[in-house]
């Protein structure tokens, strides 16, 4: 692990929405995508952005209850796979008495970890190895 992230902390404060802007703005007017794409991200692409997004929107349209559990699962999720100190309690005040700026910290963090959140999994997998996807076949195999 990095020493940037050794001490266990999230990289951005809650309220550093101003840091990133764009993120900031898209999580204000479409939570939905970024959710979906924070989500994908953390299920290692088995799961869609579309489908996430779609469920969070469906949830948190019909009760802004469900829209919050979703979301604190996977803030949970997060804070878990990166060894960021807390406490589900707190995930879950965080996720349901500020569901927006929650989303836009998560977007943050996974962006400071080096995801470029809107290529999605399969995209950043694809970055990362620069699409190679098996190791080279070597003709007439090993020999001394």
């Known amino acids: 692990m990095s020493e940037k992230f050794a001490d266990g902390s999230w990289s951005t404060g809650l309220c550093d929405c101003f840091s990133d802007c764009p993120s900031c703005c898209l999580t204000l007017w479409c939570p939905c995508v970024s959710f979906g794409r ?46 960021i100190e807390g406490h589900h309690c707190t995930d879950c005040l965080v996720s349901f008495l500020c569901l927006h700026l929650s989303i836009c910290q998560e977007y943050r963090e996974l962006k400071v970890r080096g995801f470029d959140i809107s290529a999605g999994w399969d995209g950043n997998v694809q970055m990362y190895t620069r699409g190679v996807t098996s190791a080279p076949e070597v003709e007439g195999g090993m020999s001394r």
């Open 38 to 83: 924070v989500a994908e991200i953390l299920d290692k692409g088995k799961t869609s952005c579309c489908l996430h997004g779609s469920l969070f929107y469906l949830l948190a349209g019909f009760t802004q209850l469900g829209g919050c559990i979703y979301a604190w699962l996977y803030r949970a999720k997060l804070r878990e796979v990166y060894g």
